[in-house]
């Protein structure tokens, strides 16, 4: 089991920043993949960008060169940090941990809002 808690969700203008942080309840080491997706009403929800336990990163393409997505695994927090965000960015976010054992296992949390203004 992994319980997710995201902060920083909020309105901001055009061109500003935000940075979202997702706190897991256990080691980021033994989570196979974190990820951020974002998801607006009539759309399925898609990765914004992910890490895995190494390191890795990957990003969608509507974001890469704006949004970097970083780890502190000595909060056991996952990090996006957004830069130039445009209003087509607006969505709920939603970090996502993923353990990859036997079965693979999503874990999801609550949803934070952010809203970009032309």
């Known amino acids: 089991q992994v319980q997710l808690v995201e902060s920083g969700g909020a309105s901001v203008q055009a061109g500003g920043s935000l940075r979202l942080s997702c706190a897991a309840s256990?080691?980021?080491?033994?989570?196979?993949?974190m990820g951020w997706y974002r998801q607006v009403p009539g759309k399925e929800r898609e990765l914004v960008a992910g890490i895995s336990s190494e390191g890795s990163t990957n990003y969608g393409d509507s974001v890469k060169g704006r949004f970097t997505i970083s780890r502190d695994n000595a909060k056991n927090t996952v990090y996006l940090q957004m830069n130039s965000l445009k209003p087509e960015d607006t969505a709920v976010y939603y970090c996502?941990?993923?353990?990859?054992?036997?079965?693979?296992?999503?874990?999801w949390g609550q949803g934070t809002q952010v809203t970009v203004s032309a």
């Open positions: 996502n941990a993923r353990l990859v054992r036997v079965n693979v296992y999503d874990y």
């Open positions: 256990r080691s980021l080491f033994s989570i196979n993949f």
